[in-house]
């Protein structure tokens, strides 16, 4: 059974750079059949879908954050990661890691989600 | 982005009956594929998010079958034919269909 996890801090200064990683077991993010997602979770926005990374390292970030955001693979650590950069308190939130069936651009809606990690964002 | 609006907010509901709620999509979900990318997800207190529906109706592994999905282009439904104390939660819709994916604002299941 595939399982994620994330890791990182869970407290980060305005203005620096958040930064997570998703750890996956019991599968590969190798399978093209997926692509790699982060998600977050705030009470004023709810859940907002971050972007995404591809096996082959190809990426897709949502327009509202993409000037700021990072998604990478490490196939050999089998895991993923999520740079966002000059944080400030609206990017508090809990972030999860999830698995996604999909192709380019359609989602066929994440089937496996992380446990999610609290990320808050003060001085 | 695609717009995607639940109603209710909260859904007060007696255990053993039915409970419904509305996902409407600000666009039309229909890829040119002809499929539709609507999933709907169940997140109970303290956990993650779980896929229960994907592609409008289908049902995932070891989702209970009181569990229903349906609608076209814009309108959403999903059913829950008896409500049992385990449904109790926030469900969401997502749209998969336009870039970038989006939820709907959720919807919170409580017991009477």
């Known amino acids: 059974q595939v399982q994620l996890q994330e890791s990182g801090p869970g407290l980060v200064k305005p203005s620096e750079t958040l930064s997570l990683t998703c750890t996956v077991s019991g599968g590969s993010v190798y399978d093209g059949s997926y692509y790699w997602s982060w998600i977050r979770q705030s009470p004023e926005k709810g859940l907002e879908y971050i972007g995404y990374v591809y096996y082959s390292g190809s990426t897709r970030y949502s327009p509202s954050l993409k000037s700021r955001v990072t998604i990478s693979i490490d196939t050999s650590k089998n895991q993923f990661s999520l740079k966002l950069s000059s944080v400030t308190a609206a990017d508090t939130a809990v972030y999860y890691c999830?698995?996604?069936?999909?192709?380019?651009?359609?989602?066929?809606?994440?089937?496996?989600w992380g446990q999610g990690t609290t990320v808050i964002v003060s001085s | 982005d695609v717009v995607m609006t639940q109603s209710p907010l909260s859904l007060p509901v007696t255990l053993g009956q039915p409970a419904s709620i509305s996902c409407r999509s600000s666009q039309s979900l229909v890829f040119s594929d002809g499929n539709t990318y609507l999933s709907w997800f169940q997140q109970r207190p303290g956990q993650s998010p779980r896929r229960l529906i994907y592609?409008?109706?289908n049902r995932d592994s070891g989702v209970p079958d009181r569990f229903s999905g349906s609608g076209s282009g814009t309108d959403f439904t999903l059913k829950i034919s008896r409500v049992e104390a385990e449904d109790v939660g926030v469900y969401y819709c997502m749209q998969g269909t336009h870039w970038p994916s989006s939820f709907g604002g959720g919807t919170k299941v409580e017991v009477k």
């Open positions: 592609k409008v109706s």
């Open positions: 999830a698995r996604v069936p999909g192709v380019d651009i359609l989602n066929f809606g994440m089937d496996v």
